[in-house]
Structures are given as structure tokens and as C-alpha cells.
């Protein structure tokens, strides 16, 4: 991830939601340097609120990586396209797994699959 491609997913999610100056959305994001950067294009109607540092515990996500690197734990993986396979594998299981998703992630708004 960096500035540019940031900027893209921004300025399709700005779209998707329909911001504007009359609709404005809150996006709540973490302290990444793209997330911050000066260079960040922030779209007519959306805005940051950025977590404080050193808080996983406000992103239910922070949670599920100690369930996604199960699958490449203890493994000789030969090559960049095999872990690529093998947690793209491991995302579509866990998609499949919502209440053990809220249950890790103690957010009772995990949507089902």
C-alpha cells in the first residue's frame, strides 16, 4: 500500500457512499504513514478520525491475524505464490466462519457470510 493507491481506494469509496458536501462520512483509520501522508487526495465529504497509536484493541481486524497465520505456521513454503494461495485459501475459510469471527473479535456486528 502507499499514497497513490490509497488515494484510488479513497476516491472509490467516496463514490460508493455517495459523499459530498451534504453527506459526510467519518472514516476511522489507523496511524499508516499512507493513511497520513500530506500527498493523502481526501475526497469532498470524507473524513479522518485516526485511532490513537498503540490501541489494537479499537480494530476487531487486529484480532483475526493470529487466525490467518495459522495456515502458514510451521510450513516450507517454496515460493511467494504458494503463501499467496495458501492465505487466500485461509480468508475464504474464515469468511465462511462469522460466529467464530465475532467470537474472537467480541463485535457482535460481524456480518454473516
Known amino acids: ?7 484510488i481506494a479513497l476516491a472509490h469509496f467516496a463514490k460508493a457512499v455517495a459523499a459530498s458536501e451534504t453527506k459526510r462520512i467519518v472514516l476511522v483509520l489507523d496511524g499508516a504513514g499512507w493513511h497520513k501522508s500530506g ?3 481526501w475526497p469532498v465529504g470524507v473524513h479522518p478520525l485516526f485511532l490513537p497509536a498503540y490501541s489494537p484493541e479499537l480494530q ?3 484480532k483475526l491475524w493470529p487466525l490467518v497465520r495459522e495456515a502458514p505456521a510451521n510450513r516450507l ?7 499467496e494461495v495458501l492465505l487466500i485459501n ?3 475459510k474464515l469468511t465462511a ?4 469471527i465475532r467470537g474472537c473479535t467480541r463485535f457482535p456486528c460481524w456480518p454473516d457470510a
Not at 500500500?1 to 488515494?7: D, G, L, Q, R
Not at 466462519?97 to 467464530?100: A, I, L, Y
Open 90 to 92: 485461509r480468508c475464504q
Open 60 to 62: 476487531p481486524a487486529e
Open 97 to 100: 466462519m462469522p460466529k467464530h
Open 1 to 7: 500500500m502507499n499514497t497513490i493507491t490509497f488515494n
Open 39 to 41: 500527498a493523502v487526495d
Open 77 to 83: 513454503l517454496r515460493s511467494l505464490d504458494e503463501l
